[in-house]
């Protein structure tokens, strides 16, 4: 059997497959940049938390494969929050039981978006679970320690760490010796122990970035180092 331009069937479908996952991506890249530039004002979150969770992977003792798959899945993990409200991504302070009701709508949508677009189904979980907690009090399932998938796991550690460094809207702005300890005192609360230790190992082996954070405003671009 032939298939497009006379390529034998099955080459055909894998060439076309593959063409898809590409397209794929390229509209996946379009709307994490656009979160990304609604999201933080500092910038680059999704990539800074790629390449945390990659290193804790390659502390687990992953395989490259695996590897590969969670830096994927953590620079998309806030694809959903393209369904919010820019306001709401922006908005300094508290957020009403309201707002928050809606932004945590975002990883549903996350997962809605990406088991839309072919070739990411593996994906689909890993986002839909990555704020849920080690003691089974994060959303939207409720799902505790390893009933949570790994990848998610290691995609929330990255998220909160690189969060509590931050310092735009919902970031703390912390320097890295009090990120570490933040995320001790909610080990096993909200963060897997295993992980835990393994941004520890990573700190003490110099994978983490420990340079102070630069404070952009977001109308001016005007921009200062801590
Ligand atoms: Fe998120």
Redesign the pocket.
């Known amino acids: 059997m032939s298939g497009a331009k006379g390529l034998p069937r099955r080459l055909a479908d894998t060439l076309q497959a593959k063409d898809q996952r590409e397209r794929a991506w390229e509209t996946l890249d379009s709307l994490v940049a656009a979160v990304n530039e609604h999201d933080s004002y500092t910038g680059g979150h999704s990539g800074r938390v790629s390449r945390i969770a990659g290193d804790l992977a390659r502390l687990l003792g992953s395989a490259p494969e695996q590897i590969a798959f969670v830096k994927q899945a953590a620079l998309v993990?806030?694809v959903?929050?393209v369904s919010i409200p820019y306001a709401l991504l922006r908005k300094r302070g508290a957020l009403t039981d309201g707002e928050m009701h809606l932004v945590r709508l975002?990883?549903i949508m996350?997962a809605s978006i990406l088991s839309r677009m072919p070739g990411m189904d593996r994906f689909v979980t890993v986002v839909l679970h990555?704020?849920e907690h080690w003691d089974g009090s994060g959303y939207p399932s409720g799902l505790k320690e390893i009933e949570i998938p790994l990848e998610s796991r290691i995609i929330t550690i990255a998220?909160a760490f690189d969060a509590l460094r931050s310092n735009g809207p919902g970031g703390s702005g912390l320097r890295t010796e009090d990120a570490l300890a933040e995320l001790r005192r909610c080990s096993g609360k909200h963060f897997d122990p295993l992980l835990v230790d393994a941004m520890h190992t990573a700190y003490r082996s110099g994978l983490l970035d420990d340079t102070p954070r630069a404070i952009v405003l977001p109308q001016s671009g005007w921009s200062m180092k801590l």
């Open positions: 993990h806030d959903g929050k975002h990883p996350g990555h704020h998220d």
